[in-house]
């Protein structure tokens, strides 16, 4: 009963550096979300997908990029990394045909940039 | 554009306090509404949801009620637990587009014994 895993839990990179936050669920669910929570702020939506081979940007998008190839998986990559991407980064999955159907969430990657 | 307006935290009772978090919402339309709870070092989960004016959404002893002409849906328990701290998010969402959820800065909740 998996559900939404993510890995790594942890990660601190150095600026400049990139790294791929992985993201896969087993609820066979079309749509995929990334979303990055700071402090106090809530959660804003980074990329969205709605299926395998479809993905569009967010409220936040810059500095990250998405690719969709199966229906488990969504990574979400840094390519270079900047302290404004310090965060937590949760990722969520829906079957979602409405907007009545409820996100299912990973338990998040604290990630850190020195 | 769509937002959510949570009431700020934190928010502190003793145990067995009644409990209300207010969330307003802006918006087009009629969206369905959620609270979703966040425990220490976890990913959020669905708490409740309405997906209608007047629908009450009720789960674990909390209940919210979608009130169409105030733009509302308050979170209430009669009775707290020390369990129940945890930050609550409130959030909307519409059909299309993705369904895409738009999520309040959420409420820390501290119950005391």
């Known amino acids: 009963n998996a559900g939404v895993t993510q890995t790594p839990k942890f990660r601190i990179l150095k600026i400049g550096q990139s790294m791929t936050l992985q993201c896969t669920q087993d609820?066979?669910?079309?749509?995929m979300y990334w979303y990055r929570q700071d402090p106090g702020m809530g959660l804003k939506l980074i990329y969205y997908?709605?299926?395998?081979?479809?993905?569009d940007k967010g409220e936040v998008p810059n500095g990250y990029n998405v690719s969709r190839s199966t229906t488990e998986d969504f990574p979400l990559r840094l390519e270079l990394a900047a302290p404004s991407q310090t965060s937590v980064y949760f990722c969520?999955?829906?079957?979602?045909?409405?907007?009545?159907?409820?996100?299912?969430f990973g338990d998040g990657t604290r990630l850190s940039i020195l | 554009g769509d937002s959510v307006t949570q009431m700020e935290g934190p928010v502190t009772l003793s145990e067995e306090a009644f409990l209300t978090i207010n969330c307003t919402y802006t918006?087009?339309?009629?969206?369905?509404l959620f609270w979703y709870v966040q425990y220490p070092g976890e990913g959020l989960q669905l708490l409740l949801k309405?997906?209608?004016?007047?629908d009450k959404g009720s789960n674990k002893g909390f209940e919210a009620t979608y009130r169409k002409e105030t733009t509302s849906f308050h979170l209430e328990k009669g009775s707290v637990q020390v369990s129940d701290s945890a930050v609550y998010f409130c959030?909307?969402?519409?059909?299309?587009?993705?369904?895409?959820?738009?999520f309040g800065t959420g409420t820390q909740l501290k119950v005391e014994l």
């Open positions: 918006a087009t339309g009629y969206p369905s």
């Open positions: 609820m066979n669910h079309n749509y």
């Open positions: 997908s709605v299926g395998a081979g479809i993905t």
């Open positions: 309405a997906t209608k004016a007047d």
């Open positions: 969520a999955s829906s079957y979602s045909r409405t907007g009545s159907q409820p996100q299912h």
């Open positions: 959030a909307l969402s519409f059909t299309g587009g993705g369904n895409k959820l738009t």
